[in-house]
């Protein structure tokens, strides 16, 4: 497929503006191997090449396994994920996906036994940050880096 349009060129200041967005995530103080786990499950889950190819080495470089990076899409049967973890996962997918324009009740139970509010806020910031990268990526058709 050919790329349709290039957001860093026709739109530099909303490309600097969603970075910075990036940049605040990287600073709350959440593990970072935990945030791009959450990067590359939403990814995944919204079918973003760019954004998969993308997280992939970034989440080797914050300590993932490579367990854990093969299984991220098979989470929910896989035993290489801590509470913690899975908590954010579901956390992750409930957000991306608003089945039925919620968050289930069941999944901020199991958030909020891991995380603070604070940090589950960070969290949230953290999906809804990949969630436009993905839509910005598919739309524009931006092909993964090789």
Request: glycine share 6%; charged share 20%; proline share 5%.
């Amino acid at each position: 497929m050919e790329q349709r349009f290039d957001i860093t060129q026709l739109i530099p200041e909303g490309y600097k503006a969603m970075y910075a967005v990036h940049t605040y995530v990287q600073g709350t103080g959440l593990d970072l191997g935990l945030l791009e786990l959450v990067r590359l499950r939403v990814s995944q889950a919204n079918g973003c090449g760019f954004c998969v190819a993308m997280h992939i080495p970034l989440a080797r470089k914050y300590g993932l396994t490579e367990h854990q990076i093969n299984l991220v899409a098979t989470w929910k049967e896989s035993p290489v994920f801590s509470a913690r973890e899975r908590a954010a996962l579901a956390w992750a997918d409930a957000v991306t996906a608003l089945a039925g324009q919620e968050v289930p009740d069941t999944v901020y139970e199991q958030v909020k036994a891991e995380f603070n509010p604070e940090e589950i806020a960070k969290l949230t910031l953290c999906i809804g940050e990949i969630n436009t990268w993905n839509r910005l990526m598919i739309a524009s058709r931006t092909p993964p880096a090789l």
